[in-house]
């Protein structure tokens, strides 16, 4: 009976009014649904930005030598390569040309590494709504209070985010196929 | 004899046999004794603690043993994405070890089912038996199904003893100390989530989670029935349950049906939702839903 009374409740919020998310499309960032963030105090913790070993500050490197704002067969970063929307895009798209310890929003905005879900929502509103609600990608902790959630990057290599090689991080997803843990055993058979 | 349980379960089937001769019934009101949440609260404490120090004794470890009730305005819930979930069964391993589940005989909560995309969701052909070298499979997706903690549960109504009954946070739990075994409520579940000890359960000290609730993950003796509990040793804490947190794809959602802010509320406002079986009018506080 009680949940009936939630369901109830449910379908009249959704009847009536439009979500205040509800905006026509564009790139989200000035983000008027970071309003609807919860506030900082209680806002959920977001584990390290899955960095390679030793990658990190990329201005140990890149401070010294000016941008090269070419697209172009790169000699370093050979590891790396583009299979996102890679037509349209090229890595100052993403990376900040002039603190490449920044990531770089279509606005001009720098975002940290830590943000980089800001990042992602430009293109994947959807997604990032849904991330933010706790319900696309995973949160842990506490269902009613302190919380840690995943950054998009710890399960979608930037670079190639359908077909993720090896999977940084914890836990597998992409494409990668899993191997799975044994099946039960049958009732009889020991 | 009469306060421990398992010489009440003895002593019911000795009843059983002495009944023609008119034995029974001057003994049976004395003897029966009470289910914990019937006891005044130091009498519960005490058996607690006695419960406690013996599975201390057992295993040979600290363990602290809960009773810990139902947090007021809190009705919990459960949300499963369809549309992520992979069958890398890492949900049922981590439900086994987080709840103390028989490792021999096995005993696993949590069941997946693998489904073909082209008949959609069938129970009559899924298959809990899949062992391919990777999954997902073509061709497939993945129903993990335990126990959907009905509103309108058949199972408790089948007690013939009321050892199985619905919390006021929507928790189905059972009382191991009150379970006789019939297993009339396994046969009362349409979604084959209860579970009967055939056996002493197989369970090593090593593999012994010590946090444990009376009504949840402590260790169970043979012949009662078990099933999922949300993790209520871990839920009442607030915390998420262990296959939640286990789930790599991040499919598994929980929280409070009554928070407008939870993430199972935003699944349900937000998502195409679908309830097994709910022609069975057994109103689970489980939904599957399709996240893409």
Known sequence: ?190 | MCGDPTDRRSFLRQVAGAAAGGVAAGLLPSCVGERLRDLPRDEARRRLARLEAETRARFGREVTLSAQEAQPGVVFGYALDLSRCIGCRRCVYACVEENNQSREPQIHWIKVLAMDKRRGIDLVHADAYYNPPAVPEDGRFYVPVQCQQCDNAPCTKVCPVRATWQEPDGIVVVDYDWCIGCRYCMAACPYGARHFNWSEPGLRAAELNPALHYLGNRPRPMGVVEKCTFCIQRTRQGRYPACVEACPVGARKFGNLLDPGSEVRYVIEHKRVLILKEELNTMPKFFYFYGT
């Open chain 1, 1 to 190: 009976m009680r949940l009936l009374a939630v369901l109830a409740l449910v379908s009249c919020s959704t009847a009536g009014e439009t979500p205040p998310w509800h905006s026509p499309e564009g790139p989200a960032d000035p983000d008027p649904t970071l309003a609807a963030m919860p506030p900082a105090t209680e806002r959920t913790e977001v584990p390290p930005p899955p960095f390679s070993e030793g990658i990190f500050p990329c201005s140990q490197c890149h401070s010294r030598a000016p941008a090269n704002t070419k697209r172009r067969e790169l000699t370093f970063h050979r590891e790396i390569v583009l299979a996102h929307d890679e037509g349209h895009r090229w890595c100052l798209d993403c990376h900040d040309p002039d603190d490449r310890d920044k990531l770089r929003l279509a606005s001009g905005e720098r975002v940290a590494f830590e943000e980089s879900f800001r990042l992602c929502g430009q293109c994947h509103g959807d997604k990032y709504r849904d991330w933010r609600a706790g319900v696309h990608g995973r949160r842990s902790g506490e269902w009613s209070g302190h919380k840690t959630y995943l950054l998009c990057a710890h399960c979608h290599n930037p670079h190639r985010p359908g077909f993720h090689p090896g999977f940084r991080g914890e836990g597998p997803p992409g494409r990668e196929p899993v191997i799975p843990m044994p099946p039960p055993v049958r009732p009889g058979r020991r």
